[in-house]
C-alpha cells in the first residue's frame, strides 16, 4: 500500500465535497454584523469581510442597464462569498428570483428562511420530487425526470414549477434545440407542471453567442405558435447583459458582476458598470521571524536566506482555499504596504519577506484580497499569479471562512 503524504490526505480527505459544503454553510449559520465581536476578527485565523452595499450598487448598475428582472446566481457558496449570507440581502433588497446549482444550497436557503423565488439550476433525483415541490424550489428540466416531478405534484395535490432548459451549443445540460420543441410540448401537456420559464445558456463567444440566441428564440417562437406559454425566457449571464443585449429577454442571469468583477478583460478594462468588489479576504500576522544567511523556509527548502532577512509567518493557505501556487508572484498588504510572498502556501501558513528594518508585528492585519490604505490587491490580481479565473480565486475560498458584515 502506497503511503499518502500529509498534504495529499487534505486534499483528498473531503474538503470541498457537497456534504462538508452543506455541513459547513449549515453549521455557520448565521452571519456577523458590524460592530459585533468576532473571535476570529480578533484572533488570527483568516476571516472574509463583506460589504453587502457594494453588492446592492453592483445590482443595481445591472438593473439599470438591463431593465429587465434579475436572476441573482448564487451558486458555489455564493461564489465564495457566503450562501446564506448573499440570499438572505438579496431578499432583503427585492432581488426577482435566485439561482443555485444544486438542490442542497436551494434547501439551505429554505430552512434559513430564504422565501425569494429559487431555481435549482442543477439536476435532480426523482426521490427528490416532493422535497422540491414543499420547499417551492423552481426546477430546471430537460429530460424524462419531469415526470417525477409531475406525480409528486399530482400525490401533494400542487403544481410543480419548472423552466425548461434548452442546449443551443453549450454541449453541457439541457435539452437539444433541436429536439426541444417535442419536449417542450410534452412538458406543457402535465397539467401538475406549471413551465415557470425557459432558458439556454451561452458560451460568451461574441459571435457564436448571437447564433445560439437564434436557436434559442426560434424554439420559443415554435412553441408560442403552438399556444404555448413559456413564462419567462432567459439566456444572459454577466457577459451577455454587459455585451448581447438582445439575449436581456424577460429576465438576466448575472453572477460575477454582482459580486463586484467583470467576466472578461475586456469588459474589466472597460468598466462600463463602475461595479465595486464585496469581499475582503483577510487574517493577522501570527509570528515575525529573523532568518540568518542560509536558513530556509518551509517545505522542500524551496526558500533560502541569501542574507539576514525578517519574514511574516500568515496563517492562511490552500485548506482556506488561497491558491498554493502563487510564489514568486503573489503579495499581501500589511500597514499598507506590498509585501511579496516566499515559500511554499501550505495547508495552514504562507510568508511574506519583510523590509530588514519593517515594524511589523505579530497581530497586524494581513490583506491578502482587498484594500489597506492606498494599495489594493484584487480578485483578477490573485488569478493571474495562479493562472486560474478570478472565479475560481473567489468560488474556491473556504465555506469555513467567517463572513462579517462591515
Known sequence: MSKISRRNFLFISGIGSTSLFTHALDRRGTLLRSGEKSTEQQGYDPWIELNLENMTWNLNQIRKLTKVPV??????????????????????????????????????????????????????????????????????????????????ALKLGKRAKVHIHVDTGMSRMGISYRNALPYIKTVSSLKEI?????????????????????????????????????????????????????????????????????????SQKEDRLGLKPVLQLKCRVVDVKILQPGDSVSYHRRYSAKKMEKIAIIPIGYSDGYPHNVINKGSVLIKGKKYPLIAAVTA???????????????????????????????????????????????????????????
Open 194 to 266: 406549471l413551465v415557470e420559464g425557459i432558458s439556454t445558456a451561452l458560451t460568451e463567444d461574441d459571435e457564436f453567442d448571437k447564433e445560439q440566441l437564434n436557436r434559442f428564440l426560434n424554439v420559443c417562437q415554435q412553441a408560442e405558435k403552438e399556444g404555448i406559454s413559456l413564462g419567462l425566457r432567459h439566456a444572459a449571464s454577466s457577459d451577455g447583459a454587459l455585451d448581447l443585449p438582445s439575449s436581456h429577454l424577460d429576465m438576466v442571469r448575472p453572477g460575477i458582476a454582482l459580486y463586484g468583477y467583470y467576466p472578461s478583460e475586456k
Open 71 to 152: 436572476m441573482a446566481v448564487i451558486k458555489a457558496n455564493g461564489y465564495g462569498h457566503g450562501l446564506v449570507e448573499i440570499g438572505k440581502h438579496l431578499e432583503k433588497v427585492g432581488i426577482d428570483f435566485l439561482m443555485v446549482g444544486k438542490l442542497q444550497e436551494a434547501l439551505l436557503l429554505r430552512k434559513k428562511g430564504v422565501s425569494t423565488p429559487i431555481l435549482n439550476f442543477g439536476p435532480f433525483s426523482s426521490k427528490d420530487a416532493e422535497l422540491i415541490i414543499k420547499n417551492n424550489i423552481s426546477q430546471s428540466v430537460f429530460d424524462k425526470k419531469v415526470s417525477s416531478l409531475s406525480e409528486a
Open 348 to 406: 495552514n501558513h504562507c510568508a511574506a519577506l519583510l523590509e530588514e528594518n519593517s515594524s511589523v508585528s505579530p497581530g497586524d492585519e494581513v490583506v491578502l484580497l482587498g484594500t489597506q490604505g492606498k494599495e489594493k490587491i484584487t480578485a483578477e490580481d490573485i488569478a493571474g499569479w495562479a493562472e486560474i479565473s478570478s472565479y475560481k480565486t473567489l468560488i474556491c475560498l473556504s465555506p469555513f471562512l467567517p463572513r462579517i458584515t462591515t
